[in-house]
């Protein structure tokens, strides 16, 4: 099996083409053909000495998952849908705003949180990606998209992809391991040359994964909160019954200490109903004042099978109103591309789930060849 360069970050690139006998700087020049360039053949890399190119011809190459599905939502909103193996495929996100295009990133086939609104936990867990099916997304959407106005990839100062989220299916601080090396190429001048404040990773609340995070590469925090207090975020958010609130508000305040943004995304989503009246609202601003935070309500996103409805949204402007009487900062996420199952919490990709929550896998609709 050729070696995947895609799975290097800058460090690890450098191990291995001084490992080829090259001097290190080689590595930088590769990282500009792959990731700025989004060259994936060898044989353009005019300005790497011809024996280079010969070995890593034998035995590299730059695998990306393939790409089985392309959809457009009217609104502009863009979702591929990424075959990482026989039984599983992911899906990535991209939505494009006025001054800003932003990419959502999965980071596992399936998830093992399972929380109660989410489509991604009924498909169950299979396995996490790799950080060359991490970094991959980036490159493959940054190549469509630049395709699209030249026929070939645009350089950096045209990129499509201004802001990265982790926010597509699977929990980003249960596979960290492969994740930070993904989160490194994206912060690389030499690759995708992203601020930190423009990368985002969002938690449903791994205390652990917090601290690693903030210790080997701290980005902007977004946590799913969800519920104002233990006795609804156990049933929402499962994982709360492992770090409650507490120590959750406690590992936020120390990702502070390091976070390129001074104040926690706090994620909440809209359920009607069930944690939307004003007494929630009452009691989350006591939240908002004991972590530098600002609020996302994310009205909920239906999906075949859920059991929750959407809160009204005069509701949902009832309750900004609440949290930002008390002080806090609110926004309310615009919804976008749910004509086409890209909204947030709808993606289910085609997961073999190995945790049998659902109970048949279904299959992977035959592969249009966008790869050609
Ligand atoms: N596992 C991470 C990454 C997922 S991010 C996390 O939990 O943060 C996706 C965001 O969308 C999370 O805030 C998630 O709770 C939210 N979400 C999940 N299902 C949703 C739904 N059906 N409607 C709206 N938001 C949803």
Not at 165 to 171: A, F, L, P, S, T
Not at 177 to 194: C, E, H, I, T
Request: hydrophobic share 40%; proline share 5%; with cysteine.
């Amino acid at each position: 099996m050729p070696v995947n360069l895609l799975e290097f970050d800058a460090e690890a690139l450098e191990g291995y083409v001084t490992q080829l006998g090259e001097p290190a700087f080689r590595a930088r020049q590769l990282l500009r053909w792959i990731h700025q360039r989004g060259t994936a053949d060898f044989a353009q890399m005019t300005d790497l000495a011809k024996s280079l190119r010969g070995a890593l011809a034998r035995e590299a190459e730059v695998r990306t998952p393939r790409l089985v599905g392309d959809s457009l939502a009217p609104d502009g909103t863009r979702k591929w849908l990424l075959q990482v193996d026989g039984a599983n495929a992911v899906e990535c996100v991209f939505i494009p705003e006025t001054a800003r295009g932003t990419l959502c990133v999965s980071s596992q086939a399936g998830c093992v949180l399972d929380c109660a609104f989410c489509a991604t936990g009924k498909q169950g867990f299979n396995r996490n990606l790799s950080t060359a099916e991490i970094i991959g997304q980036l490159w493959l959407a940054q190549r469509a998209l630049a395709g699209e106005a030249t026929g070939e990839a645009k350089d950096s100062t045209q990129r499509a992809i201004t802001n990265v989220v982790m926010m597509g299916m699977g929990e980003p601080l249960l596979n960290l391991d492969q994740v930070l090396p993904a989160l490194r190429l994206m912060l690389d001048d030499r690759a995708y040359g992203l601020s930190r404040r423009r990368v985002t990773v969002s938690t449903a609340g791994v205390v652990p994964g917090m601290e690693r995070l903030r210790e080997e590469c701290p980005v902007a925090l977004a946590v799913s909160l969800h519920a104002p207090d233990d006795a609804l975020r156990d049933q929402l958010v499962p994982i709360n019954r492992k770090y409650p609130l507490r120590a959750l508000l406690a590992a936020c305040n120390r990702y502070l200490e390091r976070a390129p943004r001074d104040f926690v995304t706090f994620e909440y989503v809209m359920l009607d109903g069930v944690n939307d009246s004003d007494a929630h609202a009452r009691a989350l601003a006591g939240i908002a004042r004991s972590v530098r935070s600002k609020f996302n309500l994310i009205p909920f996103n239906p999906f075949p099978g859920s059991a929750f409805h959407r809160s009204p949204s005069e509701r949902i402007r009832r309750f900004a109103e609440i949290l930002q009487r008390a002080g806090a900062t609110v926004t309310t996420r615009k919804t976008r591309g749910d004509g086409i199952a890209a909204a947030c919490g709808q993606l289910a990709g085609d997961v073999a789930d190995r945790t049998r929550r659902t109970r048949t896998v279904r299959r992977l609709q035959p592969a249009a060849e966008l790869n050609a």
